[in-house]
């Protein structure tokens, strides 16, 4: 490994850590997009957005005219995302699923292109802050279904209700 290089390196290790992590809630809930797909999803965004940053000072000459925008690549990831996305929604009768699935392949995306770039902070902390929040409310819905289901004559039965 070139130590020159250990940064990129060190992107793409993050970014794939962060896509298993996002996976791992999938997986967990036994949906069909999990850990590997949106570690592939993190790392192939860092990837080419890393390949996307260097080349754009590799290749781009300004002096000679050569110019490149090191943000193109990234352009048509969110487009390559949102295809990925759609390809998990299906719908079964009225009932729509998949929609949360397409969500965190995109949010997963977005990390490997924030990772790629080199925001390591930020990206934690949206990871960080969306895991928190997608478990509180997670628990929060619960609680107000559980409620919901209980009766509101405290002489009925209540034996699941407190």
């Not at 997986?27 to 949106?38: E, F, I, R």
């Not at 781009?60 to 048509?76: K, Y």
Request: with cysteine; proline share 4%.
């Amino acid at each position: 490994m070139d130590l020159g290089n250990l940064e990129i390196y060190l992107r793409l290790l993050a970014s794939a850590l962060v896509g298993l992590f996002i996976g791992w809630d999938r997986s967990h809930k036994n949906k069909p997009a999990g850990l590997k797909t949106y570690m592939y999803v993190s790392v192939a965004c860092a990837l080419i957005t890393i390949v996307s940053i260097y080349s754009a000072h590799v290749y781009g000459h300004p002096n000679n005219g050569t110019m490149m925008d090191p943000m193109r690549l990234a352009a048509q990831i969110v487009s390559g995302l949102g295809f990925l996305g759609a390809g998990v929604i299906l719908k079964e009768g009225q009932q729509i699923k998949g929609l949360t699935s397409a969500a965190m392949i995109f949010f997963a995306g977005g990390a490997g292109i924030g990772i790629g770039a080199g925001f390591y902070a930020p990206v934690s902390f949206a990871v960080l802050i969306t895991f928190v929040l997608a478990r509180w409310s997670q628990s929060f819905k619960e609680k107000l279904d559980h409620r919901r289901n209980c009766p509101a004559d405290p002489t009925e039965n209540q034996d699941d209700c407190s």
